[in-house]
């Protein structure tokens, strides 16, 4: 019923044409907000940078990795002594 309550202050054609008018605005500023978004988004899912960050992760684990292992061998060669 919320949207009911929007028309019932239309009494005149007049009114009908601001209120057409409001809302082809709000949908043009929502429309424009969507297409910048979409650019935003495609400027920062290019193939450069999917490569960069893909092969970044990996460099990031892989050290965590040769560290971890490093601990590991450097724990294990002193409780064997």
Same mark, same amino acid.
């Given at each position: 019923?919320?949207?009911?309550?929007?028309?019932?202050?239309?009494?005149? +054609?007049?009114?009908?044409?601001?209120?057409?008018?409001?809302?082809?605005?709000?949908?043009?500023?929502?429309?424009?907000?969507?297409?910048?978004?979409?650019?935003?988004?495609?400027?920062?899912?290019?193939?450069?940078?999917?490569?960069?960050?893909? +092969?970044?992760?990996t460099a990031l684990?892989?050290?965590?990795?040769?560290?971890? +292992?490093?601990?590991?061998?450097? +724990?294990?060669?002193k409780l064997l002594k």
């Open positions: 019923m919320k949207t009911r309550s929007k028309y019932l202050s239309v009494h005149s +054609l007049e009114d009908l044409d601001e209120a057409i008018a409001r809302n082809r605005g709000r949908i043009e500023r929502k429309g424009k907000e969507v297409a910048d978004r979409f650019a935003e988004v495609q400027e920062f899912y290019t193939p450069q940078h999917l490569i960069t960050q893909g +092969l970044r992760q684990n892989l050290n965590f990795y040769r560290n971890a +292992l490093g601990i590991v061998g450097a +724990l294990k060669h």
